[in-house]
């Protein structure tokens, strides 16, 4: 079955903090995660995907097949990246109809 | 605004009774999905169309439904509601058909509750 794990619903930090959002995700074939994220106010929008493997606004996420996770990192977070981050799979191949999975999101809360 | 409209953005009713959610998908994209994101819940995948035909489907009531227009957009049927259908729906869209996938463009929602 396709799963995505958040286990924090929440995760308070201080500005200039390292910031670590955790996922997990259960898929029997190749998977193609994301991270979304949703600012107040705002749409759902596209963070990264780690095909892609890019950094945006000093986020990255590393896809570990071993350990089926995908974490998202920031080494200094700012007020600004107070959101809701969800993370999601879609499978990858033909066949594939392009759906995503969501996890149950975690709402990062930067203090000043 | 050529991103994905969806209308209403509110919408208060009774029990018992049927709406229906419109989605209009961005200029191009030929793929619909439906999601319902309750408390505690997160977002979960109800329906997809791909160019006027259901695609996926996850875990949609069979009391709601779904359908793609030619103009491509797409409506949302909820009926015999229930207090637990209270939620946001969201709809997005993407150009593909998902044989490769694609970034998904999100609406703003709408906030259906049913008292």
């Known amino acids: 079955a396709q799963r995505v794990t958040q286990p924090e619903k929440l995760l308070s930090v201080f500005k200039g903090a390292p910031v670590e959002l955790k996922c997990n995700y259960s898929?029997?074939?190749?998977?193609?995660l994301f991270w979304y994220v949703q600012y107040s106010r705002q749409r759902l929008q596209l963070l990264l995907r780690?095909?892609s493997r890019e950094s945006i606004k000093g986020f990255t996420a590393d896809l570990n097949k071993g350990e089926t996770s995908f974490h998202l990192k920031k080494p200094f977070a700012q007020e600004e990246d107070s959101a809701m981050y969800y993370c999601?799979?879609?499978?990858?191949?033909?066949?594939?109809?392009?759906?995503?999975?969501f996890g149950q999101g975690t709402t990062l809360q930067v203090k000043p | 605004d050529s991103g994905v409209t969806q209308t209403p953005k509110h919408l208060i009713t009774a029990t018992g009774q049927r709406v229906t959610l419109r989605c209009s998908p961005r200029?191009?994209?030929?793929?619909v999905y439906w999601y319902q994101q309750s408390l505690d819940q997160g977002l979960q995948f109800l329906i997809q169309?791909?160019?006027?035909?259901?695609?996926a489907k996850g875990n949609i009531l069979e009391r709601f439904s779904a359908q793609q227009f030619p103009d491509l957009h797409s409506e949302l049927n909820l009926s015999s509601l229930e207090l637990g259908d209270s939620a946001l729906y969201f709809c997005?869209?993407?150009?593909?058909?998902?044989?490769?996938?694609?970034?998904?463009?999100f609406g703003e929602g709408s906030r259906l509750t049913v008292l």
């Open positions: 999601a799979l879609s499978g990858l191949g033909s066949g594939n109809t392009g759906k995503l999975i």
């Open positions: 997005a869209s993407s150009v593909r058909d998902g044989s490769n996938t694609g970034e998904l463009f």
């Open positions: 200029s191009g994209d030929l793929s």
């Open positions: 898929y029997s074939g190749s998977p193609e």
């Open positions: 780690h095909i």
């Open positions: 169309y791909y160019n006027g035909e259901e695609r």
